[in-house]
């Protein structure tokens, strides 16, 4: 199983970015997928999660700025970013929970290699 995140980059303070990430391998099912972020000198830190059903669940650093979405149908997550600060500059990794690939009965979790997003001011 391979996580692919694209649609990082350069932003100017206010802007929007909208991250993707595609799930790719013998999937059967996919549990929880979310987004953390890590900054230079910081550890990795929750954003957003979001299960099978669509329920969701925010850190409170980017409630209301931030919505997570998924297609399950092309095991993809997806996390909207606006009204960007400069503090939201980091990498940006997705993270797919108890993957259950197909004749298995167990799953596990995967890390995507991340994408960087820079917010300017």
């Known amino acids: 199983v391979q996580l692919q995140a694209s649609g990082g980059g350069l932003v100017q303070a206010g802007g929007s970015l909208r991250l993707s990430c595609a799930a790719s391998g013998n999937i059967f099912s996919i549990n929880g997928m979310a987004w953390y972020r890590q900054a230079p000198g910081k550890q990795r830190e929750f954003l957003a999660v979001?299960?099978?059903?669509?329920?969701?669940n925010y850190a409170d650093s980017v409630k209301g700025r931030f919505t997570i979405s998924r297609d399950n149908a092309k095991n993809t997550v997806y996390l909207q970013l606006n009204s960007l600060k400069p503090e939201d500059t980091a990498v940006y990794y997705c993270?797919?929970?108890?993957?259950?690939?197909?004749?298995?009965?167990?799953?596990?979790?995967?890390w995507g290699k991340g994408t960087q997003v820079t917010v300017s001011s």
């Open positions: 993270n797919a929970r108890y993957v259950v690939t197909v004749g298995t009965s167990s799953g596990m979790d995967y």
């Open positions: 979001i299960s099978r059903g669509g329920t969701t």
